[in-house]
């Protein structure tokens, strides 16, 4: 497996300016990867004071088999939420999490062995007995998400809660799609949210409220960290719905542009074709910026706020509202 930088570092170095931020995080980058090889030829000895292997090493071998077939099915998730496919919904996600790490628990307590098993754990050690009990807790703790329990410590790991086949689970709004804007749609926890930035501007200018640009993605899981934990809390929540119009744009949407509205951008010289590529375009372009979630508060005419810079992943509420406070009250004197 390769280790590629990240994103964000790269649109920095290409953007140009001042360059001792891209070098100081690629000399961290090149560290962090190379630092265990450097340690291991520095002090052989050490690898011979490692544990030798037997049964309790094919019980890892085992356990970390489980977790790869777990995040396998995240990945098909991130796949079917970026492709919009609706194959792989909060529910059914769940419930397949839940077998398999029932079926690791399982395993652990000793109810059955596989084939490279050395002989059957009659006897269970501490450190087995300890992992089997707090896999089991863990499937207990999901078993309420098939019937809209948040979750929250999973923010990030399943599909959002408006990605299921009832919506309606804990957490949203009362909103009905009756009261919805044309082109809106309900967001996260009720919000009225549109996906495409002309329709919220316009409507924005209609009603008369500055906007909260929201660049995130299907596949982001710090972008529903955000909206598990900080726009669900009661201080926060209100000035959303009531405050501000949300324009979320998914930057990782792979839904394909009409042949008309596709062109080359100006900024990366890449030609941009999905949806996705459109926003991601406008976030660089216009914030130097192609990390989500970005938050980005501007008047209902599209003009940025001298003042108020764009807020990052940050889940300080105090700090957040604080930011969507003054952002507001700017563009509100414009």
């Known amino acids: 497996m390769v280790a590629h930088p990240p994103p964000a570092l790269l649109v920095e170095a290409a953007a140009g300016g001042n360059q001792i931020g891209p070098i100081i995080g690629m000399l961290g980058f090149s560290i962090a990867i190379a630092l265990p090889f450097m340690l291991f030829a520095m002090f052989p000895g050490w690898l011979n004071a490692m544990p030798k292997s037997g049964g309790w090493l094919n ?39 839940i077998a398999v ?76 799609s009756a009261e919805l804007p044309e082109h809106a749609h309900l967001g996260p926890h009720g919000i009225i949210a549109f996906e495409d930035y002309e329709f919220g501007m316009a409507y924005a200018k209609q009603v008369g409220k500055p906007v909260l640009l929201d660049f995130t993605g299907d596949a982001c899981a710090n972008c529903r960290k955000m909206e598990d934990n900080v726009w669900s809390d009661k201080s926060i929540l209100p000035i959303l719905i ?31 074709v999905t949806i996705g590529n459109k926003w991601t375009d406008l976030q ?51």
């Open 101 to 176: 790490f029932a079926a690791w628990a399982l395993y652990l307590f000793g109810k059955y062995m596989l084939p490279h098993d050395y002989e059957k754990a009659d006897k269970i050690g501490v450190g087995r007995l300890i992992m089997a009990i707090i896999v089991s807790t863990f499937t207990f703790y999901m078993i309420p998400g098939l019937w809209g329990a948040p979750l929250k410590i999973l923010s990030g790991l399943t599909p959002p809660m408006n990605y299921a086949e009832s919506s309606s689970g804990f957490g949203n709004g009362s909103s009905s």
């Open 284 to 334: 660089i372009s216009r914030y130097k910026s192609n990390s989500q979630p970005l938050y980005v508060i501007i008047d209902n005419e599209g003009n940025d706020l001298v003042g108020v810079s764009p807020m990052a992943f940050n889940t300080n509420i105090e700090e957040y509202k604080n930011w969507l406070q003054n952002g507001i009250a700017l563009a509100n004197k414009k």
């Open 242 to 272: 009531e405050q501000v119009v949300l324009i979320s744009l998914y930057c990782d949407r792979k839904i394909e542009l009409p042949k008309s509205q596709q062109y080359l951008s100006k900024t990366t010289g890449k030609q941009v």
């Open 59 to 97: 019980t890892v071998k085992v356990s970390l088999g489980f977790l790869e077939l777990a995040f396998a099915f995240k990945f098909l998730s991130n796949a079917d939420l970026v492709l919009q496919k609706h194959w792989l919904e909060r529910e059914l996600f769940i419930a397949i999490w």
